[in-house]
């Protein structure tokens, strides 16, 4: 397991941006599939994006709702994910979570049962 720790939310008029970061130890991070979550009050936690590690390309997903206005990206060299948030709405607002794992297949890249790492959250609110 790797430990990790998700920062960059905060409050946003709607159309703005955010980038969010997660940042992991363990010197094998470079293998492992990144995902983001969020969860909003009274709802369940939903897939937002996730990158595989290098055996798997580095490929990037993205749930429906937020392709073409959000992107997900590594630096491995600073054990590091980021999710770049553009033309963010109200119903993006949510408690963002970072997961890791290691040899997450393909068909279960949006179950959040395949990550066995979390951060803590990040609240990201988007308002006028």
């Known amino acids: 397991q790797v430990q990790l720790v998700g920062t960059g939310g905060g409050l946003v008029q709607p159309g703005g941006s955010l980038r969010l970061s997660c940042a992991a130890s363990g010197s094998t991070f470079s293998t492992y599939t990144v995902g983001w979550f969020r969860q909003a009050p009274g709802k369940e936690r939903e897939f937002v994006a996730a990158?595989?590690?290098?055996?798997?390309?580095?490929?990037?997903h993205y749930a429906d709702s937020v392709k073409g206005r959000f992107a997900i990206s590594r630096e491995n060299a600073k054990n590091t994910v980021y999710l770049q948030m553009n033309n963010l709405k109200p119903e993006d607002s949510a408690l963002y979570y970072c997961?890791?794992?290691?040899?997450?297949?393909?068909?279960?890249?949006?179950?959040?049962?395949?990550?066995?790492?979390w951060g803590q959250g990040t609240q990201v609110t988007v308002s006028a």
């Open positions: 997961a890791a794992g290691n040899r997450i297949i393909l068909s279960s890249i949006r179950s959040a049962g395949s990550y066995d790492s």
């Open positions: 990158i595989r590690g290098s055996l798997g390309g580095r490929s990037t």
